[in-house]
T-cell receptor, first 113, second 113 residues
Framework: EAQVTQNPRYLITVTGKKLTVTCSQNMNHEYMSWYRQDPGLGLRQIYYSMNVEVTDKGDVPEGYKVSRKEKRNFPLILESPSPNQTSLYFC????????????FGEGSWLTVV | QQPVQSPQAVILREGEDAVINCSSSKALYSVHWYRQKHGEAPVFLMILLKGGEQKGHEKISASFNEKKQQSSLYLTASQLSYSGTYFCADEGAGGTSYGKLTFGQGTILTVHP
């Protein structure tokens, strides 16, 4: 079954404690991306990757890091989480190139206290 | 810059129709439409590519006017299952925005019996 898998799905953490949200896709997609969703703001792109070892900033990259060492995995790293990073996070993937639909993971609810 | 959706919210009774508009500020290659239930991942509805085509999906259809940089989603004879938040996402036609999906802020659709 084609899917994008994120972990953890739910996490409560404390300010400053480094955390990683993993993302894996089994569709051999070149393009992967992270979004955060906040009420009234829709989905905003954090980082994206067009292929292995190729990553770039989205619209709200501050406070986040990513890496793309393998095609299937695209982890999101919060080096020093702060309360304003409390949000719902989605990983997504698609075939590289315009006009292709994007597939979302189930989402990760992150709360930073 | 995010595409602008209107209205922000709409309330319907079963069987009524609705139109959701999406207006972009850049030259477009495509517009995507997604529906999201609360706490779940967005679900793909359709893609419209430049060329001004109109597409249909059961009782949900959409149009795309690339010259006006606008798209509209039409929901006819609404059902309770149509309730959710609808997002458009635009994809730039060239330069740094080519292949980059930017989501609107969403339109909350509520259908009552």
């Amino acid at each position: 079954e084609a899917q994008v898998t994120q972990n953890p799905r739910y996490l409560i953490t404390v300010t400053g404690k480094k955390l990683t949200v993993t993302c894996s896709q089994n569709m051999n997609h070149e393009y992967m991306s992270w979004y955060r969703q906040d009420p009234g703001l829709g989905l905003r792109q954090i980082y994206y990757s067009m292929n292995v070892e190729v990553t770039d900033k989205g619209d709200v990259p501050e406070g986040y890091k990513v890496s793309r060492k393998e095609k299937r995995n695209f982890p999101l790293i919060l080096e020093s989480p702060s309360p304003n990073q409390t949000s719902l996070y989605f990983c997504a993937s698609r075939v590289q190139g315009a006009g292709n639909t994007i597939y979302f993971g189930e989402g990760s609810w992150l709360t930073v206290v | 810059q995010q595409p602008v959706q209107s209205p922000q919210a709409v309330i319907l009774r079963e069987g009524e129709d609705a139109v959701i508009n999406c207006s972009s500020s850049k030259a477009l290659y495509s517009v995507h439409w997604y529906r999201q239930k609360h706490g779940e991942a967005p679900v793909f509805l359709m893609i419209l590519l430049k060329g001004g085509e109109q597409k249909g999906h059961e009782k949900i259809s959409a149009s795309f006017n690339e010259k006006k940089q606008q798209s509209s989603l039409y929901l006819t004879a609404s059902q309770l299952s149509y309730s959710g938040t609808y997002f458009c996402a635009d994809e730039g036609a060239g330069g740094t925005s080519y292949g980059k999906l930017t989501f609107g802020q969403g339109t909350i659709l509520t259908v009552h019996p």
